[in-house]
């Protein structure tokens, strides 16, 4: 792909079509998240169970460890996305961010307490990480980056790397609605939503999946998880914005699944109509120096909001703008 020439033609056109003066893009780093998606295999498998089985050797956990490589002594890592498969959706844009990052860094102003923080613990021994200590949703810099919610727009937050925006359609049933007059906006309200033309290429963006057609339930309104069973549960996807096509489909990059193949899916491009989306957050990097920040971001170091969201709470909108730091 020509990806300057192609990043320069989304930038004008977006211009064209309104996008808000007041949000700043890094164009560089844009294009450096855009060029590293071409390091990745093309699918690999998806998995998200704990144990090897039948289809896959290792797990997603393994494929992790073994992509991040670092010594004791080294300075910052290598990473490998040849050996991060298989992959779900939050271990795809965790590598990809973290490969992205390296690319990016070239003259080390991120510092190895940050390269070293920002690694994944897997609950696998090595030198770093010598208990073989795991990170559950909200711990550390994994744990945030594959949590429920909002982890990448909240990880971003508290570096001080970037910002947020969301949109939500609203919720169709009046059990799920927060309040009684929001109203749950028709397929050609939300299709002409701003949201669409304030994404740029290169943006990360999570998804809650619409599911009022498909399956008809308002899984796509819930954000987290609070472990009752028979309780509406978040249904989320992790990606990173590819743009608009012409027909109006939403593109992105991830790990895509599941599906009855899991062995033929992983890293690669999907697309959906915007009606497919209930609720969208996007996040937009401006300052990937600020991946410093992660050297206060201790392995053990929880972020509530996001580890309640794993089992134990949902989280109302107001409450996720704020952990966010959005304002309306």
């Known amino acids: 792909m020509n990806t300057p020439r192609l990043f320069l033609a989304i930038v004008c056109l977006q211009a064209i079509l309104g996008l808000s003066a007041a949000d700043k893009v890094n164009g560089e780093w844009q294009r450096c998240v855009i060029a590293t998606i071409d390091e990745f295999p093309l699918r690999g498998g998806y998995y998200t169970g704990g144990r090897p089985n039948a289809v896959f050797s290792q797990t997603t956990a393994q494929g992790l460890h073994d992509a991040y490589v670092m010594g ?14 298989p992959s779900f959706c939050s271990s795809a844009t965790y590598s990809l961010l973290i490969k992205a990052l390296l690319n990016w860094d070239k003259h080390g102003v991120i510092s190895r307490q940050a390269w070293r923080n920002m690694k994944p613990y897997v609950g696998i021994k090595d030198d770093l990480n010598p208990n073989g200590a795991g990170q559950p949703d909200g711990m550390g810099f994994w744990g945030r980056a594959n949590a429920n919610g909002p982890g990448i727009a909240v990880l971003v937050r508290e570096l001080d790397a970037g910002f947020s925006f969301s949109a939500f359609r609203g919720a169709k049933n009046d059990t ?3 309040s009684p007059g929001k109203q749950y906006l028709t397929d050609e309200e939300w299709r002409s939503h701003p949201v669409w033309k304030r994404a740029m290429r290169g943006d990360l963006m999570k998804i809650f999946w619409n599911r009022n057609e498909s399956r008809g339930h308002d899984g796509g309104a819930i954000i987290g998880d609070d472990g009752v069973k028979g309780h509406l549960q978040e249904a989320g996807h992790s990606v990173v914005f590819l743009g608009m096509s012409l ?25 959906c109509d915007p009606v497919d989306i209930q609720r969208v957050v996007f996040t937009r990097i401006l300052h990937p120096e600020n991946f410093n920040n992660a050297k206060a ?32």
């Open 247 to 271: 027909d109006g489909k939403v593109m992105y990059w991830s790990s895509n699944g599941p599906g009855k193949d899991p062995a033929h899916m992983g890293y690669g491009v999907g697309s």
């Open 72 to 85: 004791i002594d080294d300075e910052r890592p290598e990473f490998n996305p040849q050996a991060a498969v």
């Open 176 to 178: 799920v609605k927060e």
């Open 297 to 328: 971001m201790a392995p053990n170091d929880v972020n509530q909001y996001l580890f309640d969201l794993n089992g134990h709470k949902h989280s109302t909108t107001a409450e996720m703008l704020r952990q966010i730091g959005e304002k309306k």
